[in-house]
């Protein structure tokens, strides 16, 4: 199986994540954040991976260190799983609708890391996650993992919706990313020879 363990230790975070790309769509842990989790949760299922963290950060203070460390962790330990990239797809997109709200995730996993986050949520939180903090997320996670990482939101006016269709739609593209394409067997999907 395909995986990686990444720890960070730091005077704000303490995280530790274990991943495994073909895995069973299983998560374990905490990170003190219950709507967060719930969105690991999402993540792990519909990306079809299995995610173990572990984490204590200085959620007294709110949850941006938490959640931005949580996406470098998450970036460096995909790009640690991946290695070389020989035989991916390389590519996945998805388009996830939720009730009223419609969400779509393009990535690339190029070794070129950009974000595009084009999402208005309507409330400043959920549970007790600042929905400012979901594009932080996103952005140390492109950052580490060197993706290229698209995610419009279409439709929508539910921030719970919103969110939840967003790590739904990033699990399923990731997911058609990472997957071993048999025609490629062995090669890396570029002119270049390297991603």
């Given at each position: ?8 230790n730091t005077a704000e975070t303490r995280i530790s994540i274990d991943l495994f790309l073909d895995g069973k ?125 698209h995610i419009h939101l279409l439709e929508g006016g539910n921030g719970h919706h919103i969110i939840e269709a ?7 593209a990731l997911r058609q990313a990472v997957a071993i394409d048999p025609d490629n067997a062995g090669r890396v ?7």
């Amino acid at each position: 199986m395909r995986g990686a363990s990444y720890v960070r230790n730091t005077a704000e975070t303490r995280i530790s994540i274990d991943l495994f790309l073909d895995g069973k769509g299983v998560y374990d842990g905490t990170t003190g954040i219950g709507f967060l989790d719930h969105m690991f949760t999402l993540l792990a299922r519909h990306g079809q991976l299995d995610l173990t963290i572990g984490c204590q950060g200085d959620l007294e203070v709110d949850t941006h260190h938490t959640v931005e460390d949580l996406g470098i962790c998450l970036g460096n330990a995909l790009a640690q799983a991946l290695g070389d990239k020989k035989g991916i797809c390389r590519y996945g997109h998805a388009y996830v609708p939720m009730d009223e709200t419609l969400v779509r995730v393009c990535l690339d996993l190029s070794g070129r890391p950009f974000l595009v986050y084009k999402v208005k949520i309507p409330v400043e939180r959920v549970g007790q996650l600042e929905t400012e903090m979901v594009e932080e997320f996103f952005r140390a996670l492109s950052n580490r993992a060197g993706m290229n990482l698209h995610i419009h939101l279409l439709e929508g006016g539910n921030g719970h919706h919103i969110i939840e269709a967003i790590f739904k739609a990033f699990g399923r593209a990731l997911r058609q990313a990472v997957a071993i394409d048999p025609d490629n067997a062995g090669r890396v999907l570029s002119t270049k020879g390297v991603l």
